[in-house]
């Protein structure tokens, strides 16, 4: 058995105001397990996404989360399911839980005012290939995107465009110590 308090992980760099990676700490071999906080305006992931092999479930604890997922797997390639036109959103409230199947596009949100909780399992706990797009400011389009350690600060995160090599969003840690969007 093992065993962890939550508030004493290190909080990760990521979209959300706090991320903890909880998996190794309790020693999970088969199972990814985070626990989130989202201040409004944040995101559960750096970009609109797909995992080619892992399921992943996100319980509200908290708050209302707000998913923008692309079509069902199986209504489209992998590399094609991203598609715009395709997507809808599921908002998902306090004690309650959305599935996202492997190969399905999917971002999560707080587009609400107040603090969102939450947790968030996937297995198996290798993603296979994994797809990410945003919205290149550049491209002046959706785009594939890869996250990046930024080259004018190692402390702060972006998204970068593929295509152009343009910076489409940065994340760094706070003052607070919790991490904000930059832009």
């Not at 996100?58 to 692309?70: H, K």
């Not at 350690?149 to 970068?160: H, M, N, P, V």
Request: net charge negative.
């Amino acid at each position: 058995m093992d065993h962890v308090v939550v508030d004493d992980l290190d909080n990760s760099l990521q979209p959300a105001a706090v991320m903890r990676h909880l998996t190794e700490p309790l020693g999970c071999t088969d199972l990814a397990i985070n626990y989130y906080e989202l201040a409004p305006g944040d995101s559960f992931a750096f970009a609109y996404h797909n995992h080619e092999v892992q399921a992943e479930v996100f319980v509200v604890l908290s708050g209302t989360a707000t998913w923008v997922v692309g079509p069902e797997p199986d209504e489209a390639p992998f590399e094609e399911a991203g598609a715009p036109d395709r997507r809808r959103e599921v908002a998902v409230g306090p004690m309650e839980a959305i599935r996202i199947p492997p190969g399905q596009f999917q971002r999560g949100w707080n587009r609400g005012d107040e603090r969102v909780t939450a947790l968030a399992l996937g297995a198996p706990l290798a993603y296979g290939e994994q797809l990410k797009r945003d919205d290149c400011p550049s491209c002046g389009e959706e785009v594939a995107v890869s996250i990046e350690r930024a080259g004018d600060d190692e402390s702060e995160l972006i998204t970068e465009c593929v295509d152009c090599g343009a910076e489409v969003a940065r994340w760094r840690r706070g003052d607070d110590g919790e991490n904000e969007r930059v832009r």
